[in-house]
């Protein structure tokens, strides 16, 4: 078969709504409705952030099992250092687009929700980071309130 007829990698698209959320003092903020071992979950998408985060406080709805602590302290969120936990998610679905068995930070968010639920929105229930938007070429389209992920068949 000649190099130029050789079969290509089926991608598989997802188009995800995105929840567009303006605070006064914190700008816009972007969230997007995903599924977590078959319950419905809640995420910042953070650019910025380097892994995906779900809330320690929340996260019993997801797991069954105890999350295990994480070695090293983080930083951001708006806070300053905290000791860190992570857990191991069996499927995590954002639209048609699947994230299995993969490792995600648990902190504590109760100072976003708190500040969410004062201004009347949507508590979270963690944050999309860094690590699964590139790992799925992740494209923001603001003007159609988008996120389009990319998963390799």
């Given at each position: 078969?000649?190099?130029?007829?050789?079969?290509r990698?089926?991608?598989q698209?997802?188009?995800?709504?995105?929840?567009?959320?303006?605070?006064p003092?914190?700008g816009?903020?972007?969230?997007?409705?995903?599924?977590?071992?078959?319950?419905?979950?809640?995420?910042v998408?953070?650019?910025?952030a380097?892994r995906?985060?779900?809330?320690?406080?929340?996260?019993?709805?997801?797991?069954k099992?105890?999350?295990?602590?994480?070695?090293?302290?983080?930083?951001?969120?708006?806070?300053?250092?905290?000791?860190?936990?992570?857990?191991?998610?069996?499927?995590?679905y954002?639209?048609?687009?699947?994230?299995?068995?993969?490792?995600?930070?648990l902190?504590?968010?109760?100072?976003?929700?708190?500040?969410?639920k004062?201004?009347?929105?949507?508590?979270?229930d963690?944050?999309?980071g860094?690590?699964?938007?590139?790992q799925?070429?992740?494209?923001?389209n603001?003007?159609?309130?988008?996120l389009?992920?990319?998963?390799?068949?």
């Amino acid at each position: 078969m000649p190099f130029f007829m050789k079969a290509r990698k089926r991608i598989q698209t997802a188009l995800i709504p995105l929840v567009r959320v303006s605070l006064p003092e914190s700008g816009i903020h972007l969230l997007v409705k995903s599924q977590i071992n078959r319950r419905v979950a809640w995420l910042v998408v953070d650019t910025g952030a380097s892994r995906t985060v779900l809330d320690i406080h929340r996260v019993h709805k997801y797991l069954k099992e105890e999350p295990s602590v994480h070695e090293s302290l983080s930083t951001g969120l708006g806070t300053s250092e905290m000791k860190s936990y992570s857990a191991r998610l069996k499927k995590m679905y954002l639209g048609e687009v699947i994230a299995s068995d993969y490792e995600v930070i648990l902190l504590d968010l109760g100072h976003i929700n708190k500040t969410l639920k004062a201004a009347g929105m949507r508590e979270i229930d963690g944050v999309l980071g860094g690590d699964l938007l590139a790992q799925f070429g992740a494209e923001i389209n603001y003007a159609k309130g988008q996120l389009k992920l990319h998963q390799p068949r």
